[in-house]
């Protein structure tokens, strides 16, 4: 009995199975209809029993060519913003940077420099010590003031000899004169010493007449000696002249003596000779500076941009167009210019070996020529822009 108990509820299980295997069956019909499989795969019987295939859908036609039209639309806008400009990034900050250096020897006694230190054009910044230079101004004082005086003197004897050589001229014709009375009398006398008879005077007359006459002609002959001595008044006047420039060129002589002195002593001070940082120092106090050697260098407050184009970029650049630099140093800085010259010159051109194309192969490099921008405004005075900084000019062609 409990056999049979049992497989009445045997035969039920099966039952229950054969109804839930009715239900699966049920399922697959229903899925075989919809063309899938129960894992959710495309039944190919079914695609092969319509005859075609489904395509991959219109959308990613439609996005590519959305995209194709964007980039077009984003070329040609971006092209019409720059057809009139044209950039470069081989462009770098310039300016003046000026060396000095002394132009006397002597120690540093005074020093108000230092490293990357802002200095005013006129401020004092080296003193080499000045004694030596003074004691010189002092010894071409001197000799200036000796010059003076000798041409004082020369002067005076000039004045002199404009009177004295003349009388003196008149005193020898005077003399001359007298002579030649003298002479003329003493002939006289001797004349009537030998016209006399012999009886009427005596030997000794006859000598002293003879002495006499001999004596005056002695005389006339040194009293014209002396006229043609003092008739060279006008060369005598002319030698006084020309000792009294001789001793005004010795006062302009001792005058640039002393001006020498004294732009030596002028340049014991070193002075700024313009605005501007103090940079490459390489002087202390107390050292001994030699004439022209550079002990530091001045860059000034003057900062422009010199821009290599290529050779290609230059058919529309002209002096005056505008440009737009930006700094690789300060991305937020923005300095407006404009071109101030064009260098009449390749960079290559003025290299210290320019390229000789007349021998070997020949292969043709573009060209880059040097652009001076001047910066007109954007320049902050708490950002210093060094020389060499990394620009980008962009010029606006017209």
Known sequence: MPDQDARPDHDGDKAGDDSNHGERKNDSDKNSGDGKSNDGSIDKSDEKSNGQKRGPGKTPLIILAIVVVLLILGGLIWWFATRNQVSTDDAYTD?????????????????????????????????????????????????????????????????????????????????????????????AAYERQRAVDVRATSQQNIDTATAQQKSALANVAQAQAQVKTASLVPQQISQAQATVEERRQDVHQAEAQVEAAALNLSYTELRAPADGWVTKRNVQYGTFLQAGTSIFSLVTTTVWVTANFKESQLERMRPGDSVDVSVDAYPNLKLHGHVDSIQLGSGSRFSAFPAENATGNFVKIVQRVPVKILIDSGLQPDLPLPLGLSVVPKVMLK
């Open 95 to 187: 300016g003046d940077a000026v060396t000095i250096a002394p132009k006397v020897s002597g120690y540093v006694v005074v020093m108000n420099l230092g490293d990357n230190k802002f200095v005013h054009k006129g401020d004092l910044l080296i003193r080499i010590d000045p004694r030596d230079y003074q004691a010189q101004l002092d010894q071409a004082n001197a000799q200036l003031g000796l010059a003076k005086a000798q041409l004082d003197a020369a002067q005076v004897q000039l004045d002199i000899a404009r009177v004295q050589y003349p009388a003196q001229l008149t005193q020898a014709k005077a003399q001359e004169q007298s002579a030649q009375a003298n002479l003329v009398q003493t002939r």
